[in-house]
T-cell receptor, first 116, second 112 residues
Framework: NAGVTQTPKFRILKIGQSMTLQCTQD?????MYWYRQDPGMGLKLIYY???????DKGEVPNGYNVSRSTTEDFPLRLELAAPSQTSVYFC???????????????FGPGTRLLVL | QQPVQSPQAVILREGEDAVINCSSS?????VHWYRQKHGEAPVFLMI?????EQKGHEKISASFNEKKQQSSLYLTASQLSYSGTYFC?????????????FGKGTKLSVIP
């Protein structure tokens, strides 16, 4: 199993450009999450999904969009990139929630995004 | 509401013990602990569900005090490999949204 994979690893964007951060998991997990982590800070939830076709906003969704057409993939779309979106983005997945032992979130390696 | 972690940073010599606390002002359903090494993704350590249970993982254990809405992570006989930033993620009772809210982290440095 590859676990959770993310592409690209690093990207530089100009203000106003758009891009899609890719996330794929091969563990047949129902739940997937996108977080951003700013330097010296904790993780903030952007969007999450509890299954294919179902997504919901997290704590900081403005400026982002997501889709979940398959169980495996959960891409994050940035429209009109802004310097405030400079961050490290982590995708994570878990089998379930509310069930002991199934809530563990497995994180991908992250995408470092710099908006200039 | 973001849980509060304390201390913000701690330096230990190998073999020393440490306690990291995670406090919430809201009723907790569960607390998740993760460790993140510099430039890497967070790695899961353990989950504690409400009920005050204590869990162990090698020389790292944790407790959940439902009365205080606080979880504590105990690291005993620390090793160099324990260095990193420890985050607690909290899931609130009644939220029903499967979201984790993470604290700002506690940076642990273990020196020889």
């Amino acid at each position: 199993n590859a676990g959770v994979t993310q592409t690209p690893k690093f990207r530089i964007l100009k203000i106003g450009q758009s891009m899609t951060l890719q996330c794929t998991q091969d563990m047949n997990h129902n739940y997937m999450y996108w977080y951003r982590q700013d330097p010296g800070m904790g993780l903030k939830l952007i969007y999450y999904s509890v299954g294919a076709g179902i997504t919901d906003k997290g704590e900081v969704p403005n400026g982002y969009n997501v889709s979940r057409s398959t169980t495996e993939d959960f891409p994050l779309r940035l429209e009109l990139a802004a310097p405030s979106q400079t961050s490290v983005y982590f995708c994570a997945s878990s089998y379930g929630a509310g069930l002991a032992g199934q809530e563990t979130q497995y994180f991908g390696p992250g995408t470092r995004l710099l908006v200039l | 509401q973001q849980p509060v972690q304390s201390p913000q940073a701690v330096i230990l010599r190998e073999g020393e013990d440490a306690v990291i606390n995670c406090s919430s002002s809201k009723a907790l359903y569960s607390v998740h602990w993760y460790r993140q090494k510099h430039g890497e993704a967070p790695v899961f350590l353990m989950i504690l569900l409400k009920g005050g249970e204590q869990k162990g993982h090698e020389k790292i254990s944790a407790s959940f005090n439902e009365k205080k809405q606080q979880s504590s992570l105990y690291l005993t006989a620390s090793q160099l490999s324990y260095s990193g930033t420890y985050f607690c993620g909290t899931e609130y009772s009644g939220a029903g949204s499967y979201q984790l809210t993470f604290g700002k982290g506690t940076k642990l440095s273990v020196i020889p």
